[in-house]
Each structure stands twice: as structure tokens, then as C-alpha cells.
T-cell receptor, first 114, second 113 residues
């Protein structure tokens, strides 16, 4: 069975600090996809990134970066120079090619204080 | 604009009163799903559909029904809602070529009293 663990329930930082959100996953599949979604206070789910299991290159998009380490089954998300607008719940999710669903972690609530 | 729409966005109802939450997508996607989001549990899949007239159970299907008579619509039906179905519900759709890349609707917040 697939499983995604986001051990950090809530993180509070001050604006301009860097913050890393952890994600650890379990799957028996060799081909799978990993995702991060952002859920701002308004409630919608905002897609951030999709990464397949064969691509272990780290990715950077502006202030966001992702570190995928297959050896430790982790897909961590770092926000550099955090801003108040980054305050949200962040979900890590996993999908394999056989299922038609995403397995979500329980989410990490990030509070960025001004 | 490519989107998934859900109606209603907010609903308060009473135990046992049948309700339907509608979901529609305009991207011609084959796959559609329903998820519920509960605190501390993330999102869990209720039902999914791989195409018209093809539906299957997800992880938490008890108490729900779905139908897929048209490609664009995938309504979620609660025949006899109970308080434990109070939750935030998301509909999602995805294309055949990338079934895992799901486009989510805005969510429906349901309260069952």
C-alpha cells in the first residue's frame, strides 16, 4: 500500500526566513509520480509540481525548490525568503501508474509572520 | 477557460436528506474523481471514473454514490447524509495520457447536522 508522511503538522516562521517542508513516501512501484499542492486559506488546491520517479534532478522555480532523494524516499520542498502570501497548507502526494488516485499526506500548515 | 466547477460551494443540510453535489469539467478529460478532505487526514479518494458509464470505488466509498452518464459531468450523491460526512469535497479530472495529473475543482464545504 502507498503511504505519504508529512511529519510536520504546523510550522511558523518569520518573513524572509527559509523553510523546508518534509515529505516521506512509501510505494512498491518502480514508476510513480510525486506532487506538491498548496491550499491557501481560500480553500482551493493549487498545483505546484509533478515529478516522476526516474527524474532525480532537483528543481527550482523562483523561491521554490524541491529535493527528490529516491534513496531515502523523500521529496522535500523548500521556500526561500518566505513571504506572508506563502501561508497555506501544503500537501505532498504520490501516484503510481496503476491507480487513478493520488495518495495525500496529512498536510503541513505553514504560517509566515510579518 | 479550462476548469472544473462544483456546485454548490457551501451546503448545510440535515441528517437523512438526500443531496447531490455536481461536478463538471470542460477539458474533455476521461478520468474524474471525488475526494474528501478531513483535518489531519489529507485528501482521500471516494470514487473515480475512467470514462462514461465506468466508475469504481476509491478508498472511502461508503455512504456515497456516483454516476457518469456524460463525459463532462460526475455528480456525487449522498442518499442519506450523516454527520460523519461533514467534510470538504473536491472533484478532479485528468486526461487519459496523464491520469495522475489531476485538475481540482474549487471544493464544496458540506455540513450535515
Amino acid at each position: 500500500a502507498q503511504k505519504v508522511t508529512q511529519a510536520q503538522t504546523e510550522i511558523s516562521v518569520v518573513e524572509k526566513e527559509d523553510v523546508t517542508l518534509d515529505c516521506v513516501y512509501e510505494t512498491r512501484d518502480t514508476t510513480y509520480y510525486l506532487f506538491w499542492y498548496k491550499q491557501p486559506p481560500s480553500g482551493e488546491l493549487v498545483f505546484l509540481i509533478r515529478r516522476n520517479s526516474f527524474d532525480e534532478q532537483n528543481e527550482i522555480s523562483g523561491r521554490y525548490s524541491w529535493n527528490f532523494q529516491k534513496s531515502t524516499s523523500s521529496f522535500n520542498f523548500t521556500i526561500t525568503a518566505s513571504q506572508v502570501v506563502d501561508s497555506a497548507v501544503y500537501f505532498c502526494a504520490l501516484s503510481d501508474t496503476g491507480r487513478r488516485a493520488l495518495t495525500f499526506g496529512s498536510g503541513t500548515r505553514l504560517q509566515v509572520q510579518p | 477557460e479550462a476548469q472544473v466547477t462544483q456546485n454548490p460551494r457551501y451546503l448545510i443540510t440535515v441528517t437523512g436528506k438526500k443531496l447531490t453535489v455536481t461536478c463538471s469539467q470542460n477539458m474533455n478529460h476521461e478520468y474524474m474523481s471525488w475526494y474528501r478532505q478531513d483535518p489531519g487526514l489529507g485528501l482521500r479518494q471516494i470514487y473515480y471514473s475512467m470514462n462514461v458509464e465506468v466508475t469504481d470505488k476509491g478508498d472511502v466509498p461508503e455512504g456515497y454514490k456516483v454516476s457518469r452518464k456524460e463525459k463532462r459531468n460526475f455528480p456525487l450523491i449522498l442518499e442519506s447524509p450523516s454527520p460523519n460526512q461533514t467534510s470538504l469535497y473536491f472533484c478532479a479530472s485528468s486526461p487519459r495520457g496523464a491520469p495522475d495529473t489531476q485538475y481540482f475543482g474549487p471544493g464544496t464545504r458540506l455540513t450535515v447536522l
